[in-house]
């Protein structure tokens, strides 16, 4: 019995890694269930984008003037 009690710092070790982990465990649970309930919002508002695209072959003089 006395091996029990002079190992107390043991137990407190524990005790504290154990209410890390449950403490961790439900903050993370708090956080899963919030994400959840809230609607989804755009961050930035979807614009039609314009992309305009130019075709450079080996003759043409915009290509001989760039090398």
């Given at each position: 019995m006395s091996d029990l009690t002079s190992l107390w710092y043991v137990r407190?070790?524990?005790l504290t890694v154990t209410l890390l982990?449950?403490?961790g465990v439900s903050a993370s649970c708090i956080k899963?269930?919030?994400?959840k309930?809230?609607?989804?919002?755009?961050t930035f508002p979807r614009h039609p984008c314009d992309l305009?695209?130019?075709?450079?072959d080996s003759d043409s003089t915009a290509h001989s003037t760039v090398t």
């Open positions: 407190l070790i524990l982990l449950l403490s899963f269930c919030c994400r309930k809230r609607l989804p919002v755009e305009a695209v130019i075709g450079i």
